[in-house]
């Protein structure tokens, strides 16, 4: 389901990183997190149309392999890296399937990747197959919904998003339905998974150092909207971000 609403958005999604929320929130701190990328191999999952992929080959990545389950997305992202070739290589690929690949990566990333898991046990799989395609002691980033988001707090559309509780219930958390207020607005489901499925599944699949990080409003969204601005997604933010080690 999750693959055949990604291939119709497409190059639309490249809209989403506009947005204020993702633009001074969470492109700067997952940017952030994840560090240096000098010469280092990056395995980006869920990459979508290849924004983060780009991102770390422009910073002196030796090598970047974005896999995403969306095949239009996967087109997106090759007619990108054709226009400006920067040496990125992109596969469709479903994490829960992955298979073996050629080497093992120094970085791992996920942005919107372990919420799509339909189950605790899809989740433990996905996390085992980016385990085995780790070096050890590489480094896994993950982005995600707040497992501690308050669906009745103050609305997000002033950063551009909206995000609701569907009222159902998924396997590993509250279903959740977001939508980017693009022209036309575009809005897909996942769930909110339960931080203790996040913890569980990770540390089964081997990884360790499991650590909590917030996702932080960069100088320039300050600068540019004013605190008072972003008082309510400080108050309660829709996004949290997780690291941990191989």
Not at 92 to 118: C, H, K, M, S, W
Request: hydrophobic share 40%; net charge negative; glycine share 10%.
């Amino acid at each position: 389901m999750a693959s055949q609403l990604y291939d119709q958005i497409g190059e639309a999604f490249e809209g989403f990183k506009s947005l204020p929320l993702a633009r001074y929130g969470e492109v700067p701190a997952f940017l952030g997190m994840v560090g240096d990328v000098r010469g280092k191999a990056v395995l980006d999952l869920a990459s979508g149309t290849g924004f983060y992929s780009r991102e770390f080959m422009r910073r002196g990545a030796a090598e970047v392999l974005g896999i995403d389950i969306s095949g239009e997305m996967v087109a997106v992202a090759r007619a990108m890296e054709e226009r400006e070739p920067l040496g990125v290589r992109y596969e469709v690929g479903d994490i829960a399937e992955l298979r073996p690949l050629e080497r093992r990566f120094d970085i791992a990333t996920a942005v919107q990747l372990l919420n799509y898991a339909p189950d605790a046990a899809a989740m433990e799989r996905m996390c085992r197959n980016v385990h085995r395609s780790l070096a050890p002691g590489a480094e896994f980033f993950v982005l995600a919904q707040n497992p501690d988001y308050r669906f009745d707090g103050p609305p997000l559309d002033k950063y551009g998003f909206r995000c609701e509780a569907t009222g159902k219930e998924g396997g590993t958390g509250p279903g959740i339905r977001l939508t980017a207020l693009l022209d036309p607005p575009v809005s897909f489901e996942s769930t909110c998974p339960r931080r203790e499925v996040y913890e569980q599944s990770l540390r089964a699949a081997g990884f360790r150092d499991l650590t909590w990080v917030p996702v932080r409003v960069s100088d320039s969204g300050l600068e540019e909207f004013g605190a008072d601005f972003w008082a309510d997604f400080l108050a309660n933010p829709p996004l949290e971000m997780l690291r941990c080690r191989a």
